[in-house]
């Protein structure tokens, strides 16, 4: 144990115990491994550490001193002499009245024969706080005119005292600096550098985690906490008091009804929290018992305590309890549950669908519209952080970008009262688009990629994503009439840079679901009855391996030698020129390369118009790229650059070059090579949760015969 005389080195406060000190220093101790590392990096950092009986302890000063040293930015460690001093004198006011009390907060969190040590360090902590905001009172920053080291320093503590609900807001200079801090650049892109979180304590690592998801200051608050947010603070949040509100999953009553055990969700977690009511203790307690139960929504105040049940580590006592909307339908319309269609039973997906407006009430379609949620911001972040541009391409067109011709036509010649006989047409009896709206026939788009080529080529990389439509009377499971589209474009680069492109964005999709979405794809894995095993090994694996790469001739070779060889026998035999089926693409991910295969060099005469011929004038550069459980997730090629082949190529596959006259300027005036891909957002979606059918991963599925909602 180190002695009490290097406690009082960290703290001024003499009469904390030396056993919760210890618990302090236990917290803070850095490996020796750790500790050479610091060392080697910068020399001036051995002088930042300071020492006990139990090893060596590191400052928080000492480790965003390094910060400053892998950073580009050159004025992090102070512009001048002055300014490296008050950066150290401040440095040290953190270390010494911030930190260490905020580390000693932690350590006796949830324990209540700590309670005086709990409010004693407390009041220590919030003192300092209102000294610092003094500090700020005609500063911008803490030392200097700029971002200093310091400044990351303070910004981690005030970060996490306010995720722990221990920051004041009415400390107004706090909260503007701390605005402006969070507002620049180099304060995510610090606290985001992979080499510091080898270094940094576990309270910088954990503020840098929450720092999207918490804002600081602003005029909006839910005036709750979210479950999700209650659930993951644990421990730190007993014995406090807090505002929850959401649906009822649950209710049952103990003790001849003076008991209600309400099992609470708000859709932030796939989880729940236990409210417990009491007819002595919970005012409203009638209204909730009389509330008409599963569905009925509330709002309780009440207080955070550990739960004596086993599977969930906390429970809210609730002081009080407001109905805000009963569930309505009883025999006669009267308040209760017994028609309430999201009852508490299993139901399937097929009657989930039925009742469209209701399912984001059930674990299963929640969870898949959080990893939605979480799949679309992933596609932005990845794009945005590679300096791509967002283009919003037009939803209605008079392009056929597939050639295919399965498109929805957009037209006002059809009004609620229309007959056929009022229909304007041609001499040939053809419908006369001329005096539609437009102006000529105009469909629902099937790509933005035509559209966004355009700007590809001026603003170099660019991606778009919207919503695309296709008229194919399709009832398969894998198939919509109307879905998302991620499309890239990428100019001056080939098929191989194409597919490198592809790799890494699925890669990091599925990265980004194992770190972020952790509750829901064990809630898939684990909890859903009908949900995938070895999920999110399966993603792993995905994130972690580098794709397999084959051609289409070779692939198909491939398929025919292992039916030969009695190894697999398919609905349809694999022959060259013909497309790949969905058996034949899990075969390859799923048999053969147990991962991500990418396919490339099509046939020509199975491929669109727009993608380059190959010199063997036969292929194309067209990559597919094919995952287990799936099949093909991604289509993408180089793109045809040459104008007279790129007409050619128009006319062979039935569309008029002079109806394409725009696409084809492309070639015209500084032509490039350029490529791209197209993603169906919903097949994402299914690759990520497991989910096999296309319409339980979107929230209003549009199918033929089928368009409620």
Same mark, same amino acid.
């Given at each position: 144990?180190?002695?009490? %005389?290097?406690?009082?080195?960290?703290?001024?406060?003499?009469?904390?115990?030396?056993?919760?000190?210890?618990?302090?220093?236990?917290?803070?101790?850095?490996?020796?491994?750790?500790?050479?590392?610091?060392?080697?990096?910068?020399?001036?950092?051995?002088?930042?550490?300071?020492?006990? %009986?139990?090893?060596?302890?590191?400052?928080?000063?000492?480790?965003?001193?390094?910060?400053?040293?892998?950073?580009?930015?050159?004025?992090?460690?102070?512009?001048?002499?002055?300014?490296?001093?008050?950066?150290?004198?401040?440095? &040290?006011?953190?270390?010494?009245?911030?930190?260490?009390?905020?580390?000693?907060?932690?350590?006796?969190?949830?324990?209540?024969?700590?309670?005086?040590?709990?409010?004693?360090?407390?009041?220590?902590?919030?003192?300092?706080?209102?000294?610092?905001?003094?500090?700020?009172?005609?500063?911008?920053?803490?030392?200097?005119?700029?971002?200093?080291?310091?400044?990351?320093?303070?910004?981690?503590?005030?970060?996490?005292?306010?995720?722990?609900?221990?920051? &004041?807001?009415?400390?107004?200079?706090?909260?503007?600096?701390?605005?402006?801090?969070?507002?620049?650049?180099?304060?995510?892109?610090?606290?985001?550098?992979?080499?510091?979180?080898?270094?940094?304590?576990?309270?910088?690592?954990?503020?840098?985690?929450?720092?999207?998801?918490?804002?600081?200051?602003?005029?909006?608050?839910?005036?709750?906490?979210?479950?999700?947010?209650?659930?993951?603070?644990?421990? %730190?949040?007993?014995?406090?008091?807090?505002?929850?509100?959401?649906?009822?999953?649950?209710?049952?009553?103990?003790?001849?009804?003076?008991?209600?055990?309400?099992?609470?969700?708000?859709?932030?977690?796939?989880?729940?929290?236990?409210?417990?009511?009491?007819?002595?203790?919970?005012?409203?307690?009638?209204?909730?018992?009389?509330?008409?139960?599963?569905?009925?929504?509330?709002?309780?105040?009440?207080?955070?305590?550990?739960?004596?049940?086993?599977?969930?580590?906390?429970?809210?006592?609730?002081?009080?309890?407001?109905?805000?909307?009963?569930?309505?339908?009883?025999?006669?319309?009267?308040?209760?549950?017994?028609?309430?269609?999201?009852?508490?039973?299993?139901?399937?997906?097929?009657?989930?669908?039925?009742?469209?407006?209701?399912?984001?009430?059930?674990?299963?379609?929640?969870?898949?519209?959080?990893?939605?949620?979480?799949?679309?911001?992933?596609?932005?972040?990845?794009?945005?952080?590679?300096?791509?541009?967002?283009?919003?391409?037009?939803?209605?067109?008079?392009?056929?970008?597939?050639?295919?011709?399965?498109?929805?036509?957009?037209?006002?010649?059809?009004?609620?009262?229309?007959?056929?006989?009022?229909?304007?047409?041609?001499?040939?009896?053809?419908? #006369?688009?001329?005096?539609?709206?437009?102006?000529?026939?105009?469909?629902?788009?099937?790509?933005?990629?035509?559209?966004?080529?355009?700007?590809?080529?001026?603003?170099?990389?660019?991606?778009?994503?919207?919503?695309?439509?296709?008229?194919?009377?399709?009832?398969?499971?894998?198939?919509?009439?109307?879905?998302?589209?991620?499309?890239?474009?990428?100019?001056?680069?080939?098929?191989?840079?194409?597919?490198?492109?592809?790799?890494?964005?699925?890669?990091?999709?599925?990265?980004? %679901?194992?770190?972020?979405?952790?509750?829901?794809?064990?809630?898939?894995?684990?909890?859903?009855?009908?949900?995938?095993?070895?999920?999110?090994?399966?993603?792993?694996?995905?994130?972690?391996?580098?794709?397999?790469?084959?051609?289409?001739?070779?692939?198909?070779?491939?398929?025919?030698?292992?039916?030969?060889?009695?190894?697999?026998?398919?609905?349809?035999?694999?022959?060259?020129?013909?497309?790949?089926?969905?058996?034949?693409?899990?075969?390859?991910?799923?048999?053969?390369?147990?991962?991500?295969?990418?396919?490339?060099?099509?046939?020509?005469?199975?491929?669109?118009?727009?993608?380059?011929?190959?010199? #063997?004038?036969?292929?194309?550069?067209?990559?597919?790229?094919?995952?287990?459980?799936?099949?093909?997730?991604?289509?993408?090629?180089?793109?045809?650059?040459?104008?007279?082949?790129?007409?050619?190529?128009?006319?062979?596959?039935?569309?008029?070059?002079?109806?394409?006259?725009?696409?084809?300027?492309?070639?015209?005036?500084?032509?490039?090579?350029?490529?791209?891909?197209?993603?169906?957002?919903?097949?994402?979606?299914?690759?990520?949760?497991?989910?096999?059918?296309?319409?339980?991963?979107?929230?209003?599925?549009?199918?033929?015969?089928?368009?409620?909602?």
């Amino acid at each position: 144990m180190a002695s009490e %005389a290097s406690h009082r080195v960290l703290y001024s406060s003499e009469d904390y115990s030396v056993f919760q000190l210890s618990l302090l220093l236990s917290h803070l101790q850095v490996a020796d491994r750790v500790t050479a590392e610091l060392s080697s990096l910068d020399e001036s950092a051995k002088g930042m550490q300071l020492s006990s %009986a139990g090893g060596v302890v590191s400052t928080r000063s000492a480790v965003f001193h390094e910060l400053a040293s892998l950073s580009s930015v050159a004025s992090l460690r102070g512009s001048t002499n002055e300014e490296s001093a008050l950066i150290g004198q401040w440095s &040290d006011f953190s270390w010494h009245r911030l930190e260490v009390p905020l580390q000693l907060i932690f350590s006796v969190l949830g324990k209540t024969e700590e309670l005086e040590v709990f409010e004693r360090a407390k009041s220590d902590f919030l003192a300092a706080f209102r000294d610092l905001d003094a500090h700020l009172s005609e500063r911008t920053f803490i030392a200097g005119e700029n971002l200093t080291t310091v400044d990351l320093v303070l910004y981690a503590v005030v970060l996490t005292a306010h995720e722990l609900q221990l920051a &004041d807001k009415s400390l107004v200079n706090v909260a503007r600096w701390f605005r402006t801090i969070s507002a620049l650049p180099a304060t995510q892109s610090a606290l985001r550098n992979k080499q510091l979180y080898k270094l940094v304590p576990p309270l910088v690592t954990a503020a840098a985690t929450v720092a999207s998801e918490r804002a600081f200051g602003g005029k909006w608050d839910r005036h709750r906490i979210r479950v999700k947010e209650l659930l993951a603070k644990g421990t %730190a949040m007993f014995g406090q008091n807090v505002t929850v509100k959401g649906w009822i999953r649950t209710a049952r009553s103990a003790d001849k009804g003076s008991i209600l055990f309400v099992e609470l969700t708000d859709g932030s977690s796939v989880k729940s929290v236990q409210l417990v009511l009491s007819s002595e203790k919970t005012a409203g307690f009638d209204d909730i018992v009389n509330c008409g139960g599963a569905g009925a929504s509330l709002a309780v105040i009440g207080k955070v305590v550990p739960s004596p049940a086993s599977g969930q580590l906390l429970e809210v006592h609730a002081e009080e309890a407001k109905l805000l909307g009963a569930v309505y339908g009883g025999d006669n319309g009267e308040i209760g549950g017994k028609n309430y269609p999201m009852a508490k039973k299993k139901h399937t997906l097929e009657f989930l669908r039925e009742k469209a407006h209701l399912r984001p009430r059930s674990k299963v379609f929640s969870s898949a519209m959080r990893l939605r949620h979480a799949m679309a911001f992933a596609t932005h972040k990845f794009f945005n952080e590679r300096g791509f541009v967002y283009v919003h391409t037009p939803l209605i067109t008079g392009a056929d970008c597939e050639g295919a011709g399965e498109q929805f036509v957009v037209t006002t010649l059809l009004p609620e009262d229309a007959t056929a006989s009022k229909l304007p047409t041609k001499p040939d009896g053809k419908i #006369d688009f001329s005096k539609d709206f437009f102006s000529r026939r105009c469909c629902l788009t099937v790509s933005g990629q035509l559209n966004v080529e355009t700007h590809a080529c001026a603003l170099s990389d660019v991606y778009t994503f919207g919503p695309t439509f296709r008229a194919e009377n399709s009832h398969t499971a894998r198939h919509l009439a109307e879905f998302w589209m991620i499309e890239p474009e990428i100019c001056f680069a080939d098929l191989v840079d194409d597919m490198a492109l592809a790799e890494d964005y699925v890669k990091y999709c599925a990265a980004y %679901a194992l770190e972020h979405c952790a509750d829901d794809l064990h809630y898939f894995e684990n909890e859903y009855p009908d949900g995938e095993k070895g999920l999110t090994a399966r993603l792993r694996n995905v994130a972690e391996s580098d794709f397999a790469r084959i051609t289409y001739t070779d692939a198909v070779r491939l398929l025919q030698e292992e039916v030969k060889a009695g190894k697999v026998k398919f609905e349809t035999f694999p022959q060259w020129g013909e497309d790949l089926g969905s058996e034949h693409e899990r075969y390859l991910t799923e048999q053969v390369y147990r991962k991500p295969t990418i396919v490339i060099n099509y046939p020509k005469g199975i491929k669109a118009f727009y993608m380059k011929v190959n010199d #063997d004038n036969q292929t194309v550069a067209a990559m597919d790229l094919l995952v287990p459980k799936i099949g093909e997730l991604i289509g993408g090629s180089q793109r045809e650059d040459n104008l007279v082949t790129l007409e050619q190529r128009c006319r062979e596959s039935g569309l008029k070059p002079e109806d394409l006259w725009w696409y084809n300027d492309l070639r015209r005036y500084g032509t490039v090579p350029h490529a791209g891909f197209g993603l169906g957002f919903e097949r994402l979606i299914m690759f990520v949760t497991g989910l096999e059918n296309i319409r339980d991963v979107i929230p209003f599925p549009r199918v033929p015969g089928h368009a409620e909602f």
